[in-house]
């Protein structure tokens, strides 16, 4: 039987969408409503800028990196998921997709090399809002309009979710692009709370949900991967083998 992932029964699946879905209503709230809180600008800066360099240096290790953190355990992975996927990684494997022509809708060829357009995105869209977050919060750049940036932002990251349900847009250039407004979104939407809240504990709650949206685009990630796995004609390669 097909893995509950696929079904998107998998609760891991439903409960990092609904936490996502709540985070991202909750901070359409603290804008619209602001509680009057105003704490100091250089701490909460410094503090809430760190922070959200540090998860996108780490979003660009792992999207650099995809096999080490492959290491650590998944959401919704069955037994026969992990022996599918190590089955896989016997086979010849570059940017962490099976040279499969199913998956030619993941990569981006770039010359001679094989990248993965979802990691690639996420990577340019992390490099870019470093440079946004030093710009903003250590050198003093306001853009104003938090209302606006919050809910362009938020936009940007719901479209980055959802990329991999509509089929139109399954494709390299696609996955590119989405991935990548998607890590912009979030700078634009952190940038509006703090413009519009000024609190270090509203900042550093959106940087904490950053994390759990970006582990809920790789939980979508993986359900796409596994749907396309399931309809490849291998036998080896199929996840309800047995």
Known sequence: MISKIKNRRDPALIFLTLASTFGLVLSLLFVGY????????????????????????????????????????????????????????????????????????????IGKRRLCATCTGLSVGAFGAIGGTIMNFFGGFRVGAPHVLVLIGGLAVIAGLLQSALPKLSNGYARFFFSMIFVAGCFLMLVGLDEAVESITIDLFFVALSILLIMTKIAFSQLDHLATCSKCSMESCRPDRK
């Open 34 to 109: 602001p509680p009057v809180l105003g704490d100091d600008w250089t701490f909460r800066s410094l503090t809430a800028g760190s922070a959200f360099c540090a998860v996108c240096i780490l979003g660009i290790f792992a999207a650099l990196f995809p096999h080490s953190c492959s290491k650590m355990p998944s959401f919704g992975k069955s037994n026969g998921d992990q022996e599918n996927r190590s089955l896989i990684q016997e086979k010849n494997l570059r940017a962490h997709h099976p040279l499969c022509g199913n998956y030619s809708t993941h990569v981006l060829h």
